[in-house]
């Protein structure tokens, strides 16, 4: 019998990436009315009735990034206590957890952040992410995937040139995340360390190349890939 896999937040575009890719796993989808992970009870009873192995946890709030700084509240609502409502019937039921975290945890300032380096969000959205971390470090039987992705192609008429990181586009981070889900811990997602510009004008040859101040954003949130590439 195949193992069966909830992703929450599957409507959502990395959600869609994941129903392209082909695998040996069963697949839910559930809409926010089949479960809402503010309201526990409909998470306890989608994966009572689906019997679920994994859950991939993709809800949350993430763009746009000025919602966090606007609207404490649903950062706090959506990225922290849906996540540890998540964890919480995980835990109950015994399901293994894969929760969807960022590079944005990272200072980003020196670069090449392993797993185990220090954590110090530089926005809000950040700490929400952190926030929801949390909780899934206190269920053992989970995985943390910090990613740095984003969709394809490259949206922005604009990328920053000072500012380096591992972005990797949506649907390459889809094919890998399945390989990941019997891994426990901590794993650094992300594709090359390059500046954005340099990542964006592969795809989309029109950007326009700009600077960002330095309290607006930091320069370098590269991550330190050698644990992926050691299993993929």
């Given amino acids: 019998m195949k193992k069966r896999i909830v992703i929450t937040g599957g409507t959502g575009r990395l959600g869609n990436e994941l129903k392209k ?3 040996n796993y069963k697949l839910f ?3 926010k009315k089949k479960l809402d ?3 526990i009870n409909t998470i306890r009873n989608f994966l009572k009735k689906t019997r679920a192995n994994f859950v991939i946890h993709l809800a949350g709030l993430s763009r746009p990034m000025k919602e966090h700084e606007k609207n404490i509240k649903k950062s706090i609502s959506l990225n922290i206590i849906g996540t ?3 964890v919480n019937v995980c835990s109950e039921m015994k399901t293994k957890l894969i929760y969807l975290s960022t590079s944005y945890i990272y200072m980003g300032t020196k670069g090449n952040y392993k797993e185990t380096d220090p954590l110090l969000p530089w ?10 971390e949390c909780s899934v470090r206190m269920y053992k039987n989970s995985l943390i995937i910090r990613a740095s992705i984003t969709q394809r192609p490259f949206v ?3 990328a920053f040139g000072n500012v380096k990181i591992n972005f990797m586009y949506q649907d390459e ?3 890998i995340i399945f390989k990941l889900i019997d891994k426990k811990g901590v794993i650094n997602l992300g594709g090359k360390a390059q500046t954005i510009f340099n990542f964006a004008k592969k795809s989309n040859p029109k950007v326009k190349k700009i600077s960002a101040r330095n309290k607006l954003f930091p320069n370098n949130l ?3 890939l050698n644990k992926l590439k050691k299993i993929i």
């Fill in 37 to 39: 992970i503010l309201k």
């Fill in 156 to 158: 922005h008429k604009k």
């Fill in 123 to 132: 926005n809000n959205y950040g700490w929400s992410k952190l926030g929801g």
């Fill in 222 to 224: 590269t991550m330190n």
């Fill in 173 to 175: 981070a889809a094919k």
């Fill in 84 to 86: 540890a409502n998540l």
């Fill in 21 to 23: 890719v082909k695998t």
């Fill in 29 to 31: 989808f559930p809409t």
